[in-house]
């Protein structure tokens, strides 16, 4: 049986490795590009994998890797049992969905919008002026939030105070508390996230346009049949970027949560650095670490896959 | 699409020779360097090589300091490792690292063989981690000499690993202390308080009867953070300890463990007091957003009365506060005296958490640079330098010699020390601050136990986050006072199976 | 729809943008306004700083007083010019080539990298890496292993796939080899992509804090985020013996004036290729 099984895995291998040979000829260009960045991640991102084995291990750095016993799923089971994990992962994915929903198509307007602007200078300053608070870090932001937001003093609710309604205190009430997180978050990377898709429209061959005039498509009609469609791919791909990130919602969270909006605010990512600070424990950040990336990775499949299905290819 | 593109100016020096070798039609040689993407690594060692400045029997040799901190004071750095070099011809590096980052980088250096002569790590189950597979060398044979010998044993006990020390004492306990405007208080004149009461209505004067005097409605009495951290003074008006680190105390009659979180009443009675301080608006009302910057602002621009720090610190604040409002003065509140004695108390703690590691080529060479910058001579250089070096004292007053030292100067890091030094110029707001605390309490050091308990390790966190929901609630008022009980009930069997782990190390460590 | 519309949209439009811009500038004329301020003012709270009523720069100036930050500032420009160009360079041909699905291997690495993407293994791996590579306390520590995204990598893959297959197919036509359609061909037009993905790596190396604290050791090697985050940072020794000395808000925001400002004047310079297709469109009205 078994050498029967290897001389069909010879033959079916075998066409394979001679297409290999023979793409290695005609394109030995192309893989001398690929080469290098290949090599980098490599040694990178894949060499690394061996360390992670520090997730299973009674780890310390004072006996290293070898000399430290293996416990199993210990570390991973710590983390499945710790009291708030699964309300931290809830909130961590609704706040994500939220901004997804709020905030995702934002910068693709505001891409396909300033397009349609004619006056250079206008749209160089407007563009600059947009993308200004990513510069800003999240401690700066949330600063100008909490003064903002101010229920004694902020503008908003003095302006609401104009329309009679009652000071709300947004920053330390679980009904506002996740909305001012989605809208600080777009308020920050709108702009920014705006610079890959005007990259995108540039690449729009002006023959679609001519054409479409001919056609006597109105602007509105170009913005939606010629331009939104060109940027589906380059969105397909920021969207898996996204959820490949959806775990990582930390900084943002951290600096303008507090303990009363806990609750609906506690994200896997400060949680896992709360326990992480007892604990004190590599083994420990590791296998939360290794939770994400799995995590992540089905997410990111699955998108791909649903994406698969609807339009036939695949995301990447 | 031949026109030339200005963006390549920086990309072409970089790609021009390849294309001009790849020409349409050309044959494809040598493409694989230019594709290299790699650089050859540049390792640069950084220029350590000065000559000896003396002449001593030492050979030369190198060392690393790494601790938590920003080296801003460079030049009192300077001076500290001139004087390393020329006493023991060592070329003491001192890397400072971002405390935020600390830990991480000392945990991957170690993990890589790469870790500094000398080491500072304020984790304890780390310490005793490394203790157990010998990554730390003790310093006995330092403690039999002066001035270690005169220090009490005590200074020695949390450092000390099966009778060995491991650790050096450098600063001495000092609790923190509830600072207060004293021209306010003055202005409409506050008695003093004594009582929790009386401090309540200390506080409640400062919010509501314009001690500023502008005719607005707009100070407080003081604000608090919603980690609890510098509140101490407050709740130990009511309670033995803190309520952070889970409220862990000794009961020094009994000798067993306990925490404050079941002292239900006294703990309800802390509450109330903040719950009110909330309602009546003596407390800032956005006190939940409070970062320790904010709270230090408010004080400093007059929106609050009062603001707890260490009452060593004071000497940079009382010049701040001078900045904006020339007549502000400020100082301590006396003690008040609450249901467990002082309010003002604070750890029995002295280790300066620096420790020799046993990657050093020379140790007996590495301890006397440990013992150097450890010593008062050496906190006293890194709090001031020397005079005639780095300052002049004139006319009772510090002139620096070293340019930007005046910034980062704090006399409350000399009166640390733990045995007395004199302070290069006196500073009468200093002296008559610790005055103000004389008599406070010291508390058991519980970290050597709680560091070791696997059960803190692994519910601790769960416990400080259910504590701050809890407690921040309540005061805001979103909770009543007697759900206290209901967080009583969620923590307490994490809570009890802590306290129990925890007395049974105690009970095998004494 | 008549001109006279398209003339209203446009006004709507720009109105819009103005608004949106005056949003978006408020943080920062923030940020501005507190740097300019002496400390008392700047550390009222409750207020939004958006004028300052007093204008200093002693903040500015004693910044730029502090030690080492003009090698600093020549740290963080190496290591953002050097790690730019590389990581252009090496996204850009592993891109191209991982764009080209039909050659065998292609699909295997494109999906090699995406694993990449959301499996990060941590600084310790890295670090042992950097170590073994004997690039402790060398600026290409903070350059080589951030040289490759695998977000850009793939933004650049799908800008290269949905280049026109004709333009490879003439050019091959005309005599030109693999190499030669890339330089000749490929690189021109893909003007938008680079100058996008140039930005990104820019800011990413100009900001990179946290592998910098890590690799890096020695006073003259810290790049200008590591020193300025050090003048934030409250205390002169965190020892046991701590004082948070709290710089002043005018501090803080000078700081982060100075770490923002340098990378700003990047865009400019990349801005026209992606404002170019405008100057296109203007011209066919």
């Known amino acids: 049986m078994e050498v029967i099984q290897k001389i069909e895995e010879k033959t079916r291998r075998k066409p394979v490795r001679n297409k290999f040979l023979r793409d290695l000829k005609k394109h030995k260009f192309i893989y001398l590009l690929v080469l290098p960045g290949f090599l980098h991640i490599l040694l990178f991102d894949y060499y690394p994998f061996y360390y992670l084995q520090i997730a299973f291990k009674d780890y310390s750095v004072f006996r290293g890797i070898s000399d430290s016993p293996w416990i199993g799923f210990q570390n991973f089971v710590d983390l499945f049992e710790s009291k708030y994990f699964l309300q931290s992962l809830g909130n961590t994915l609704m706040i994500n969905l939220y901004m997804l929903g709020f905030g995702f198509f934002v910068p693709v307007i505001i891409a396909i919008l300033i397009n349609e602007i004619r006056m250079v200078h206008f749209v160089r300053t407007v563009q600059s002026v947009l993308y200004l608070p990513h510069f800003l870090s999240w401690v700066i932001i949330g600063g100008i939030f909490a003064t903002m937001l101010s229920p004694s003093s902020g503008l908003v609710n003095v302006i609401l105070g104009w329309f009679g309604v009652d000071p709300i205190f947004f920053m330390a009430d679980t009904r506002w508390f996740r909305s001012v997180l989605v809208f600080s978050q777009i308020w920050k990377e709108a702009g920014w996230g705006s610079i890959i898709f005007l990259a995108a429209i540039v690449g729009i061959g002006t023959e679609q346009y001519e054409s479409a005039i001919v056609d006597g498509a109105n602007r509105f009609q170009r913005m939606l049949y010629i331009t939104f469609p060109s940027l589906v791919p380059t969105m397909l791909v920021v969207l898996l970027l996204q959820i490949s990130k959806l775990l990582k919602l930390f900084e943002q969270v951290f600096v303008m949560y507090n303990p009363v909006v806990a609750e609906v605010s506690e994200t896997l990512g400060t949680y896992v650095y709360q326990i992480g600070i007892m604990r004190g424990d590599i083994a420990f950040a590791t296998a939360a670490g290794i939770f994400n990336s799995i995590f992540s990775l089905v997410l990111v499949l699955a998108a791909n896959h649903i994406v698969k299905m609807i339009r036939g290819t695949p995301i990447i | ?510 | 729809m008549g001109k006279g519309n398209s003339k209203l949209f446009d006004w709507i439009n720009m109105a819009g943008f103005v608004w949106l811009a005056i949003i978006m500038l408020l943080p920062f004329l923030n940020v501005i306004t507190l740097s300019l301020e002496p400390a008392h003012i700047a550390a009222e709270t409750g207020v939004l700083h958006l004028f300052p009523r007093e204008i200093t720069f002693e903040a500015y100036i004693s910044i730029w007083q502090y030690g080492s930050i003009q090698s600093a500032f020549m740290n963080s420009a190496f290591i953002t010019v050097t790690g730019t160009l590389l990581a252009v360079l090496a996204t850009g041909m592993l891109a191209y080539g991982l764009s080209h699905r039909e050659i065998t291997g292609m699909r295997l690495i494109t999906y090699l990298a995406l694993l990449t993407m959301v499996f990060k293994t941590g600084i310790m791996p890295t670090y042992m890496l950097v170590k073994h590579l004997g690039l402790i306390d060398s600026l290409w520590a903070v350059i080589i292993p951030q040289m490759l995204t695998a977000f850009n990598l793939i933004l650049m893959k799908v800008f290269f796939e949905q280049l026109p297959k004709e333009l490879s197919e003439s050019a091959r036509m005309d005599g030109c080899t693999e190499m030669g359609t890339f330089f000749r061909i490929i690189i021109p037009i893909s003007a938008p992509i680079i100058a996008t993905i140039s930005l990104f790596y820019a800011v990413e190396y100009w900001n990179e804090y946290f592998t910098a604290v890590m690799f890096l050791t020695s006073v003259d090697k810290k790049p200008l985020q590591v020193l300025l985050r050090e003048i934030l940072i409250e205390s002169v020794n965190e020892g046991s013996g701590a004082d948070s000395l709290n710089l002043g808000k005018n501090m803080k925001m000078a700081t982060a004036v100075y770490a923002i400002v340098p990378i700003l004047f990047v865009y400019p310079f990349l801005q026209k290729h992606f404002t170019k297709g405008i100057l296109l469109g203007a011209v066919k009205g």
């Open chain 2, 1 to 510: 699409m031949k026109k030339k593109r200005t963006l390549f100016g920086a990309i072409i020096p970089l790609l021009v020779i390849p294309i001009i070798a790849a020409g349409c039609g050309s044959s494809e040689t040598n493409v694989g360097q230019s594709g290299e993407s790699v650089p050859p690594a540049a390792h640069n060692q950084s220029g350590t090589g000065e000559k000896p400045v003396t002449e001593n029997e030492y050979p030369e040799m190198d060392m690393r300091y790494m601790l938590r901190g920003t080296d801003k004071a460079r030049s009192l750095l300077d001076l500290m490792e001139k004087k390393v070099k020329e006493r023991w011809n060592v070329n003491l590096e001192i890397e400072m690292v971002d405390k935020n980052i600390y830990e991480e980088k000392l945990n991957v250096a170690f993990a890589a063989g790469n870790q500094a002569d000398i080491v500072e790590i304020g984790n304890q189950s780390l310490v005793a981690e490394a203790i157990q597979n010998g990554a730390l060398i003790p310093v006995d044979d330092i403690i039999q000499r002066e001035p270690w010998n005169q220090m009490p044993e005590s200074f020695f006990k949390t450092s000390s690993v099966d009778g060995k020390v491991y650790g050096l004492p450098q600063f001495r306990s000092l609790p923190e202390t509830i600072y207060y405007r004293v021209d306010w208080a003055e202005k409409l004149n506050l008695k003093l308080p004594t009582t929790p009461d009386e401090l309540y209505e200390f506080l409640y004067a400062m919010a509501k009867s314009d001690p500023d005097g502008d005719g607005v409605d707009n100070t407080y009495g003081f604000t608090i953070r919603p980690d609890f951290n510098e509140t101490s003074a407050y709740f130990q008006m009511f309670l033995p300890v803190h309520v952070t680190n889970m409220g862990l105390y000794l009961d020094e009659e009994e000798g067993v463990i306990k925490s404050s979180y079941y002292l239900i009443d006294d703990m309800k009675a802390a509450l109330a007091w903040f719950r009110r301080a909330h309602a009546e608006g003596v407390l800032d009302p956005e006190w939940i957003l409070e970062v320790q910057s904010n709270s230090e602002d408010k004080f400093m621009t007059g929106k609050t009365g009062a603001w707890m720090k260490g009452v060593q610190w004071i000497g940079p604040r009382a010049a701040k506060i001078k900045q904006g409002n020339p007549d502000a003065e400020i100082t301590s509140l006396p003690i008040v005296n609450g249901t467990y004695g002082a309010n003002y108390a604070t750890i029995n703690s002295s280790t300066a958490n620096v420790y020799l590691t046993n990657t050093s080529k020379d140790t007996e060479r590495a301890k006397l640079v440990l013992e150097y910058l450890l010593s008062p001579e050496g906190t006293l250089d890194m709090a001031a330098g020397e005079e005639g070096v780095t300052f002049t004292v004139e006319n009772g007053e510090i002139h620096w010699l070293a340019e930007g030292a005046e910034q980062y100067y704090n006399s409350g890091l000399i009166a640390s020390i733990p045995i007395d030094v004199e302070l290069p110029a006196p500073d009468p707001v200093l002296e008559n601050n610790m005055e103000r605390a004389r008599g406070f309490r010291l508390v058991e050091d519980l970290a050597p136990y709680v560091s070791a308990s696997e059960a803190v390790a692994r519910r601790g966190a769960d416990i400080k986050k259910v504590m701050e929901e809890y407690f921040s609630k309540i005061i805001i008022g979103d909770l009543e006072l007697d759900q206290y009980d209901k967080f009583v009930e969620e923590v307490s069997g994490d809570l009890d199976a802590i306290l129990e782990e925890v007395n049974a190390i105690y009970v095998t460590m004494n």
